[in-house]
């Protein structure tokens, strides 16, 4: 039963209090210690807000959408911190801690790391790098893993398949590791030798004059270890 309520000019109630200690702000029937109905509000209007004419803390909308640090909740998100400090997940379990971001839907599922521009990361934003990194970004597959940024989409650098083979420049690694593009080894990070446009591979070693530099290629068992040459015709 209601303890207080108070109403407004339309006799419509604004707050209650039970007897059984619950309030409810906009709500009659409050179903926890403190309910705030924000129905009549609107769905971006803040419902719930914690700091100051000069501040804010923290705020909810009537959507549901949870502002740390702003004003106003974004459109774009259900969370959004802002302010000069960490953001901290942090487990107390003695055995794991995780950050798990998971994905109903066969769909995209991915991590944006963005600098150097405002609002939300995406392709029509302000941020002059972007990077995105984790499941199908720009369709590349349910189940592949790929990281790429903005400019490149589609085209990613680096994927591992379902089938857990990696491609460096390849999107279809058809092998535990498929290299598409110029590979170049070198024993430090001295200078390579000039490259014509015809190389596909360098091994190279930076090192004081007398220094040799090999090839290994190592059999595991009785067989044979040997480089192949030939041609897709042969």
């Known amino acids: 039963d209601a303890l207080f309520n108070l109403a407004n000019n ?21 179903w ?25 803390n923290f705020v909810v909308d009537g959507s549901g959408n949870v502002g740390i640090g702003i ?10 911190v802002e302010g000069s400090g960490k953001v901290l ?10 950050l798990q971001i998971a994905n109903p839907n066969d769909g995209e599922t991915t991590i944006t790391l963005a600098n ?38 589609a085209t990613a650098p680096f994927l591992i398949s379902s089938a857990g083979n990696v491609g460096i420049g390849s999107t279809t690694p058809w092998k535990t590791l498929s290299v598409v593009g110029t590979l170049a080894v070198n024993s430090s990070a001295g200078p390579l030798p000039s490259l014509n446009t015809e190389t596909t591979a360098l091994f190279s070693r930076t090192g004081s004059a007398g220094q040799n530099n090999y090839l290994s290629l190592i059999s595991g068992n009785t067989g044979n270890a040997g480089i192949m040459f030939g041609d897709t015709d042969s």
Do not use: E, H
């Open 89 to 98: 997940i942090r487990s107390t379990s003695s055995s794991w801690g995780q």
């Open 32 to 56: 926890g210690q403190l309910s705030i109905n924000p129905n009549g509000l609107g769905s971006r209007v803040p419902s719930f807000v914690v700091g100051s004419s000069t501040a804010t």
């Open 116 to 153: 150097n521009g405002t609002g939300s990361p995406g392709n029509d934003s302000s941020y002059a790098n972007q990077w995105v990194m984790g499941l199908s970004p720009y369709g590349l597959g349910s189940n592949n893993f790929a990281i790429t940024n903005v400019a490149l989409g």
């Open 71 to 80: 004003s106003s909740t974004s459109s774009y998100a259900k969370l959004q």
């Open 10 to 30: 339309a006799s419509t109630s604004v707050m209650t209090v039970l007897d059984n200690g619950r309030i409810g702000v906009g709500s009659t029937t409050p």
